[in-house]
């Protein structure tokens, strides 16, 4: 049968799972390991949600990352194929191609369903 972890070990618990950041995390994990009243198993139960959250940290940054990517492409595109129908120097192919570069990134964005998410970034990205 498992121990139950002490009180101490659940409120550390709490505050990993609480932590919105790198910073955060590490100052937790330093505190932990001065913590001399832990029990082996209680620290090496917190060392291990310590790197799952680290994890989910850098997956969310890089998420993120990637969505300002996609979106900076998509409002690129856009207003490259804007630009290109409303003037006079380009050929209907030209313009075609165009249109179709801006449809590619923009199935992306659907096909992940973030057309909210992208309509936001356009907000405060205008």
């Known amino acids: 049968m498992a121990k139950r972890m ?17 910073y955060d ?18 620290f090496m139960k917190l060392n291990s ?36 129908k409303d003037g006079e120097r380009y050929t209907k192919e030209e313009t075609e191609h165009q249109r179709e570069r801006f449809c590619s990134i923009y199935q992306i964005i659907e096909e992940a369903e973030l057309e909210d998410e992208y309509d936001a970034w356009k907000q405060v990205n205008a």
């Not at 002490?6 to 790198?22: C, D, G, P």
């Not at 998420?63 to 804007?82: I, N, P």
Request: net charge positive; hydrophobic share 40%; aromatic share 8%.
């Open 6 to 22: 002490s009180r101490k070990a659940q409120v550390y618990l709490t505050k990993i799972k609480a932590a919105s950041n790198e």
């Open 25 to 42: 995390l590490k100052g937790i994990e330093i505190t932990i390991k001065k913590d001399t009243a832990l029990e082996w198993p209680e």
């Open 49 to 84: 949600a310590i790197e799952e959250k680290r994890v989910g940290l850098r997956t969310d940054q890089e998420s993120a990352k990637l969505k300002e990517l996609v979106f900076f492409r998509a409002k690129t595109e856009l207003d490259g194929y804007l630009m290109m």
